[in-house]
């Protein structure tokens, strides 16, 4: 579904990814796991268009979006679900769920529905004013303000950061759920150990660049993996 070829980004003169090449097969969830400051960050925000890339080309579903707006890519169904979730604080859940469907141009009554099935905490909460969530709860809401656009495939930039480890765990099990629900996933995380028990497949990212990739079970029981990231 998404190819990514030979991204190279700079900040300035600064290489912060040094041609990186991955493929996000259709249906499945990839994760991007690696140190702070590896890239990880950079690579989902230059995907969804909010960073330039200096070379290299981004493909979806066949097509070279590399040249695309940010809007234009949440129209071809790629929908980026930031690091620090970005809510809109002020504004009430319901608000903040209504703005991920600002695109389209049909009927949300039925997706409002789906997404309060599926975090029946944010319809408990629909009046309340987003920034007085929890750290959880905010997580819920910036993915559901991302499935409102109804997207082909989810960019998860650190869905577990700042949460205590039941949260994490309830949060990675919704990740499953929309994953099987038919929506391909690329997560970024730090926390490689439940990033590489719910991946299909996964790349390590080191100082710009892919050291390692594979089926991410597979990862998970090498040596240099566990030595580096599973702190084993
Ligand atoms: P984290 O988990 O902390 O987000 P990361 O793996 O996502 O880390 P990035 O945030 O993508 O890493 O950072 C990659 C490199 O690019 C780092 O060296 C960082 O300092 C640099 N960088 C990121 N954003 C900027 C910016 N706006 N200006 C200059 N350098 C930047």
């Known amino acids: 579904m998404l190819e990514v070829r030979d991204l190279q980004v700079h900040f300035g003169v600064i290489n912060a990814i040094k041609g990186i090449s991955f493929d996000v097969p259709a249906g499945e969830i990839v994760t991007l796991i690696g140190a702070n400051g590896a890239g990880k960050t950079t ?40 690091e620090g979730r970005r809510i809109f604080p002020d504004m009430t859940v319901m608000e903040n769920l209504e703005l991920g469907a600002f695109l389209r141009r049909d009927v949300v009554q039925s997706d409002l529905d789906e997404i309060f099935t599926r975090f029946p905490i944010l319809a408990e909460r629909r009046r309340q004013l987003a920034g007085t969530l929890s ?65 299909h497949h996964a790349y390590v990212m080191e100082t710009g660049s892919i050291v390692l990739s594979g089926e991410a079970k597979a990862l998970a029981q090498t040596d240099e993996v566990k030595r580096a990231y599973l702190g084993g």
């Open 43 to 82: 690579t989902l925000r230059t995907l969804s268009g909010i960073k330039k890339p200096t070379a290299g080309t981004v493909t979806l579903d066949g097509l070279d979006i590399t040249g695309l707006s940010a809007q234009d890519r949440v129209r071809r169904g790629m929908s980026h679900v930031p």
């Open 135 to 199: 750290g959880g709860e905010q997580q819920m809401l910036a993915m559901g303000r991302a499935l409102m656009a109804k997207p082909k495939m989810l960019l998860l930039d650190e869905p577990s950061m700042g949460l205590a480890p039941l949260l994490v765990q309830e949060i990675f099990d919704i990740i499953i759920s929309i994953n099987q629900a038919g929506t391909t996933v690329l997560l970024v995380e730090q926390n490689a150990n439940i990033a590489l028990q719910i991946a």
